[in-house]
């Protein structure tokens, strides 16, 4: 008797984890087809560059200016390259505390990058749309949304993409 409900409880286990590998590669799939899209239209140089998982990054730091405006006063040049590496770093050293410290600084630079693109496109709910499309686990939410972003037809004149900025 118990030894069913092992076994069932690993069947479950099982289909779980298959049904999670398979919304977590129709995510990719759709983040990739998005930023592909938003580059060609951009005429961002490589868009093929969005298939590609830890160089994905350094094609959306093309797509907002190759510089991170977090605030007016704060901005992180050369995003389109210090994520790559931080994602290199996360995947290089994962298990170990500096894979973890990694890890942390490429969700937020990815998640605040999101947030700069959706605030190009004046999108109102900007800042929820980029952690949606950054954070683990609910970008399977944010690719979609990052999806609707690269089919509007206004993708020829971008905002200013300053992630937090005063309200006026």
Same mark, same amino acid.
């Given at each position: 008797?118990?030894?069913?409900?092992?076994?069932? &409880?690993? !069947?479950?286990?099982?289909?779980?984890?298959?049904?999670?590998?398979?919304?977590?590669?129709?995510?990719?799939?759709?983040?990739?087809?998005?930023?592909?899209?938003?580059?060609?239209?951009?005429?961002?140089?490589?868009?093929?560059?969005? !298939?590609?998982?830890?160089?994905?990054?350094?094609?959306?730091?093309?797509?907002?200016?190759?510089?991170?405006?977090?605030?007016?006063?704060?901005?992180?040049?050369?995003?389109?390259?210090?994520?790559?590496?931080?994602?290199?770093?996360?995947?290089?050293?994962?298990?170990?505390?500096?894979?973890?410290?990694?890890?942390?600084?490429?969700?937020?630079?990815?998640?605040?990058?999101?947030?700069?693109?959706?605030?190009?496109?004046?999108?109102?709910?900007?800042? &929820?749309?980029?952690?949606? &499309?950054?954070?683990?686990?609910?970008?399977?939410?944010?690719?979609?949304?990052?999806?609707?972003?690269?089919?509007?037809?206004?993708?020829? &004149?971008?905002?200013?993409?300053?992630?937090?900025?005063?309200?006026?």
């Amino acid at each position: 008797m118990i030894w069913r409900d092992f076994q069932s &409880a690993g !069947w479950l286990v099982i289909v779980l984890t298959v049904l999670y590998s398979l919304i977590r590669a129709l995510a990719f799939v759709v983040t990739a087809l998005s930023l592909h899209r938003l580059a060609i239209r951009r005429r961002v140089p490589n868009p093929w560059l969005a !298939w590609i998982p830890v160089i994905r990054y350094y094609l959306l730091g093309q797509l907002i200016g190759s510089s991170l405006k977090v605030t007016s006063r704060l901005t992180i040049p050369s995003i389109g390259l210090i994520m790559p590496f931080t994602a290199a770093f996360m995947i290089l050293l994962s298990g170990s505390f500096a894979g973890q410290v990694a890890s942390v600084l490429t969700v937020v630079l990815a998640a605040l990058s999101f947030m700069s693109l959706f605030r190009q496109y004046r999108e109102p709910h900007a800042l &929820a749309y980029g952690l949606l &499309a950054g954070l683990p686990f609910v970008e399977m939410i944010g690719c979609f949304l990052l999806w609707q972003l690269s089919a509007r037809r206004d993708l020829d &004149a971008p905002a200013d993409p300053t992630v937090f900025r005063p309200r006026s």
